[in-house]
Nanobody, 122 residues
């Protein structure tokens, strides 16, 4: 069982910044994918950004140049630095981690965080 704990959401004014964190714990052999999704009211959950174990990153066009994903492999933690926030960034943000567990090797796991609210408003 792999658990994810998110932190860092909140209310921020347009143009402001927030940093989200997501720590994975439990029986982890390896992590191949760490990503952030978001879901606004009445909309589907969409991929915002992701990072592989090799460090390759991918960003949605709407956040390129404003958001930065990073990971600390020693801590099994992924971060999302969000700058120049816009009202349209308002959503619940979910982290997603995929990899191989120790106790059920080699069947992969796909875990989701509980979600953290990000509200951009003046």
């Amino acid at each position: 069982q792999v658990q994810l704990v998110e932190s860092g959401g909140g209310l921020v004014q347009p143009g402001g910044s927030l940093r989200l964190s997501c720590a994975a714990s439990g029986s982890i052999f390896s992590i191949s994918f760490m990503g952030w999704f978001r879901q606004a009211p009445g909309k589907e959950r969409d991929l915002v950004t992701s990072i592989t174990s090799a460090g390759s990153t991918n960003y949605a066009d709407s956040v390129k140049g404003r958001f930065t994903i990073s990971r600390d492999n020693a801590k099994n933690t992924v971060y999302l630095q969000m700058n120049t926030l816009k009202p349209e960034d308002t959503a619940v943000y979910y982290c997603n981690v995929r990899g191989i567990p120790v106790n059920n090797y080699p069947i992969p796991f796909n875990s989701w965080g509980q979600g953290t609210q990000v509200t951009v408003s003046s």
